[in-house]
């Protein structure tokens, strides 16, 4: 029977009965933090100095270096932690960690980061090794916000494609000499940035990793922050909480705003459950909650019923072409939508903007506009725009690619998951790209995880771990890579017990009468 694990439960499980079993206790224990504390003086690898190394023999608290401070972790399992630092240039270096298990089952796992960041992932450095990963995450480059970014192309160039890189060329090196043998398999696994950092590795580097599991990723990267700073334009922002621009909706008309949603949309999949498995086919008319006939309650002025419309439909650029698809209906109800809707302009596209397309840190965006889009596009710092569907050097190599993209995510719209697959499959004249990759989408889930219905499956930055292939994303691609079985379902689960069997694109998720299922 498959049991829901809390991962803390994973934890214990492996420590207590993996380390007494496999090393009998104390002194196979003291043999292995010998041998992890001696790797300070034995790695001589290029560009790259060691600065800590530390056995953790049970559960700690780790401190966590930079100002990252508020991300530190326990460790899942007893393990050999390595801190060292790669300099990829004279003016670059990327800051990483090796979490070496004492029970390694001969994979390599490399992770991924989030937003502008420059922080390690401890939260996945953990979950890879509870399932016996060797694993590895690094700053992406640079230590916190992206002000490092400013006249800085170097350290926009690790954060655009090479920090992942070398944590693979690197990590891979210790851990061949930790444990005396080379990796046998490696993997990917990163959410949001970290799903853009997979996509990129798998066209630029694509040797790096057997399997690549990156989800809601923020593919045609400049494209997604101008839309982003688009969706915060059209609500006036900036705005003051004094003198509100009358584009603005506070959050109590936000609630109005989901509510019509949900009537006009939920019941389109036969199942009145506040999710709309396919946001595309929602068709959502904001007219019908127009204020009328003086009254000014729980409805739009017409200036916010044209914000709302804005929201709505895609982004074309000043020749009509489409820069990024919309913002899909129910993800406005999102707790992270205040984001992009609270007044102020979407962090991440302020920041990028002012550190690294315009090199001006007073820059407001406050009147971004698509006028803006050509000069993003000819920057296009560190080619990160992730944006091209030529994976055939990967795909001949015999990589595996799995994303996933969940429906109701108010940061990346899931529309252009499929706009990808669909990129890539008239680039290498695939209609169907099953055989090396495969997008599954996830009604109800917002950012990367969370949301309702049931968003959880085994993910980077999910929190429930099922150990078993069927659903768990990262031991599905496991199957593909070693076995030759290609995950075609993903099944999910969430809170109330909650289980629903998600579909690979283009599949589609049809209520039975009973239950959702997958229908080509
Ligand atoms: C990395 O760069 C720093 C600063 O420039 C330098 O002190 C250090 O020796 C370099 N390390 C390696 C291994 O090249
Ligand atoms: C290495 O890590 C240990 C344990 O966390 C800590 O006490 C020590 O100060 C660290 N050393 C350096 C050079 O960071
Ligand atoms: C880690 O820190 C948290 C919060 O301070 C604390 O509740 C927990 O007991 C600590 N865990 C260990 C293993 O020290
Ligand atoms: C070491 O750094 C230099 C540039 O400073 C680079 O050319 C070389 O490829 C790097 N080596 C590795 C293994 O990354
Ligand atoms: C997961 O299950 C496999 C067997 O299917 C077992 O070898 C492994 O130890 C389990 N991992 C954890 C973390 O319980
Ligand atoms: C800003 O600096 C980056 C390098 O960090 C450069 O690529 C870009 O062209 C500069 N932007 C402008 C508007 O000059
Ligand atoms: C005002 O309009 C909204 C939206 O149509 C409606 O829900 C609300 O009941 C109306 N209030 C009054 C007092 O008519
Ligand atoms: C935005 O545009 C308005 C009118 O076109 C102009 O007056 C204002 O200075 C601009 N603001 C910024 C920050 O560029
Ligand atoms: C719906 O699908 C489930 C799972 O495949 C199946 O057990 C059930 O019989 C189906 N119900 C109908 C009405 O087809
Ligand atoms: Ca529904």
Redesign the pocket.
């Known amino acids: 029977m498959i049991s829901v694990l809390h991962r803390t439960r994973i934890m214990h499980l492996s420590i207590a009965v993996l380390a007494a079993a496999i090393f009998g206790g104390a002194t196979a224990d003291q043999s292995q933090s010998s041998q992890c504390l001696a790797l300070q003086h034995t790695l001589h690898l290029e560009n790259t100095t060691i600065?800590?190394v530390?056995y953790l023999a049970a559960p700690t608290n780790?401190?966590t270096p930079g100002t990252c401070q508020s991300t530190a972790q326990v460790s899942a399992a007893p393990l050999c932690r390595v801190q060292f630092v790669i300099n990829t240039t004279s003016t670059s270096a990327v800051h990483a960690e090796a979490w070496l298990p004492d029970t390694w089952f001969g994979r390599f796992l490399g992770l991924g980061n989030g937003e502008l960041g420059g922080c390690v992932d401890y939260n996945n450095l953990d979950y890879g090794t509870s399932l016996h990963f060797a694993a590895v995450s690094s700053d992406n480059g640079h230590d916190g916000s992206g002000a490092a970014f400013l006249h800085h192309p170097e350290i926009i160039n690790d954060f655009a494609f090479r920090a992942v890189h070398v944590e693979a060329v690197i990590g891979k090196e210790i851990v061949r000499a930790y444990y005396g043998r080379p990796v046998a398999k490696s993997y990917y696994l990163g959410c949001s940035t970290g799903g853009r950092q997979g996509t990129q590795a798998a066209l630029k580097f694509p040797e790096d990793f057997d399997g690549i599991v990156a989800g809601s990723p923020a593919t045609d990267f400049n494209h997604a922050a101008v839309w982003q700073g688009m969706m915060s334009r059209y609500v006036g922002a900036p705005t003051s909480a004094v003198a509100p621009s009358p584009k603005f909706l506070p959050p109590a008309l936000w609630s109005v705003v989901s509510a019509e949603i949900l009537r006009q949309c939920d019941g389109l999949d036969g199942v009145l459950d506040g999710i709309i498995t396919e946001p595309d086919e929602c068709d959502f008319r904001p007219e019908a909650i127009q204020c009328t006939g003086g009254n000014t309650t729980d409805c739009l002025t017409p200036t916010q019923v044209e914000s709302v419309q804005n929201i709505f439909t895609p982004l074309f650029g000043v020749d009509g072409q489409l820069i990024y698809p919309r913002y899909s209906p129910g993800a406005e109800a999102d707790p992270s939508q205040f984001l992009s809707f609270g007044g102020d302009i979407f962090s991440l596209t302020l920041d990028w903007g002012r550190f690294a397309i315009l090199n001006d840190t007073t820059a407001t965006l406050a009147n971004l506009s698509v006028q803006d889009v050509p000069l993003w596009d000819s920057i296009n710092p560190g080619g990160i725009a992730t944006f091209n569907g030529d994976l055939s050097a990967f795909r001949n190599r015999g990589g595996k690619f799995l994303t996933y993209h969940g429906r109701r995510d108010p940061i990346i719209s899931s529309t252009n998951s499929k706009r990808m697959y669909d990129l890539i499959s008239h680039t290498l004249s695939l209609p169907s790209l099953d055989d090396f990759y495969r997008l599954f989408l996830i009604p109800g889930m917002g950012h990367c995880s969370g949301g309702l219905g049931a968003p959880s499956f085994g993910q980077a930055n999910d929190f429930n771990v099922v150990n078993a292939s069927s659903h768990n994303i990262l031991l599905a691609m496991v199957d593909w890579v070693e076995g030759g079985v290609a995950p075609d379902t993903i099944i999910g689960s969430g809170a109330n017990n909650a289980v629903r069997t998600h579909c690979r694109y283009p599949w589609r998720s049809v209520f039975n009468g009973t239950v959702f299922v997958c229908e080509e």
Do not use: W, Y
């Open positions: 600065l800590n530390t780790v401190s």
